[in-house]
């Protein structure tokens, strides 16, 4: 008897455990998307990513670090852009996110100009998936950010483009 | 004893109404050297009857016993564990047949079905260049934000807090 339930159990669990894998956010919201001539996407393997180590990039050392620290834990990059129907694409999409799954990191809307939204799923620390949704008034871009994903490092790189941009900016000024 | 007095024990014998001490004498007779070779016949019926006496346990008869008894407790197992197999056969056959034929609308399945290999750039430069791009753009939208939201309104803390 031991025996059976043990079996019936185990089948149990077999068929209740949730089959689906990691699912990134494009793949589960945005898939009619993806097969729409209108869009143009992109997607990078984590093979890419790997590569990041031996090119050069043409960039500043603090940037180049900064982008070679946040490759280093991604697994995957998906892009969508399009560039007709954007501010109706921009309010689809960050309707369709679950909320429940996506926690909003942070929105910001321009007076009518353009507006974008961070959305993060998490596990604890860890940000398993970054989600960009950008609607203004020429482009459309959803970015989805998949891997193990140090929010500290983004910020750092962050900085490293504001420092440069505030350089710029003095520049222009002199 | 003379012939006559076995051929009467022998009869006696047979209607079953020897006593004991006849049968007694009938046993010494045939075990005997000196059988009348009319009654050689019957000479095996009493040896065998005293050979069969004089068989004892042989000294593994315990151990027989046991391993017996073992494999009977074997075999009780087995009987219990055979059908339980087949529950578990005819289980795994349903579940086959579930996997093999699934249902067949799966919107949730053709989500997954996105072959993203196809969108992949050429090239492991280019794929870097637009990697590369995309994080540019996502830290300039950060900037870009995290600038009017502390400029702005000073929006959510958690953000301005990360993005300082």
């Not at chain 1, 998906?78 to 996110?97: F, G």
């Not at chain 1, 459309?140 to 891997?147: N, Y």
């Not at chain 2, 290999?117 to 090239?123: A, H, I, L, V």
Request: avoid cysteine; charged fraction near 30%; charge should be negative.
């Amino acid at each position: 008897m031991r025996i059976l339930l043990f079996v019936f159990t185990a089948i149990l669990l077999a068929a209740s455990t949730p089959a689906q894998a990691q699912v990134d956010a494009i793949s589960k919201y945005f898939s009619k998307y993806v097969d729409d001539e209108r869009f143009t996407v992109v997607y990078i393997s984590p093979k890419a990513f790997q590569m990041f180590d031996k090119l050069d990039i043409d960039l500043d050392d603090d940037e180049a670090n900064a982008i070679k620290e946040v490759v280093k834990d991604l697994r995957g990059l998906r892009i969508l852009v399009a560039e007709e129907n954007t501010m109706a694409l921009y309010k689809e999409a960050s309707q369709m996110i679950n909320k429940n799954e996506y926690e909003v990191l942070m929105t910001v809307r321009n007076k009518g100009e353009e507006s974008v939204d961070f959305l993060i799923k998490d596990t604890g620390d860890i940000i398993d998936e970054l989600l960009m949704i950008v609607g203004g008034p020429e482009d459309f871009v959803l970015m989805s950010f998949v891997g193990q994903i140090d929010i500290n490092k983004i910020s750092q790189m962050a900085k490293a483009f504001e420092d440069d941009e505030e350089d710029e900016d003095e520049d222009k000024e002199d | 004893m003379t012939n006559q007095n076995i051929q009467q024990l022998l009869d006696k014998y047979f209607e079953g109404e020897t006593s004991l001490e006849e049968e007694a004498a009938l046993k010494n007779y045939f075990q005997g050297q000196h059988i009348d070779p009319a009654f050689q016949a019957f000479q095996p019926l009493f040896r065998y009857l005293d050979a069969e006496r004089q068989t004892a346990l042989s000294p593994s008869f315990d151990e027989k016993v046991l391993s017996r008894i073992q494999s009977e407790r074997q075999m009780r197992v087995r009987r219990i564990i055979l059908p339980l197999a087949r529950v578990a056969a005819v289980i795994a056959i349903i579940l086959g047949v579930f996997a093999l034929f699934p249902k067949n609308p799966q919107p949730a399945q053709a989500v997954a079905a996105i072959d993203w290999e196809q969108y992949e750039p050429e090239t492991d430069e280019e794929a870097i260049a637009e990697a590369t791009a995309a994080l540019k753009l996502l830290a300039s939208k950060l900037n870009g934000s995290s600038k009017t939201a502390t400029s702005e309104l000073g929006k959510i803390e958690k953000s301005a807090a990360v993005f300082k």
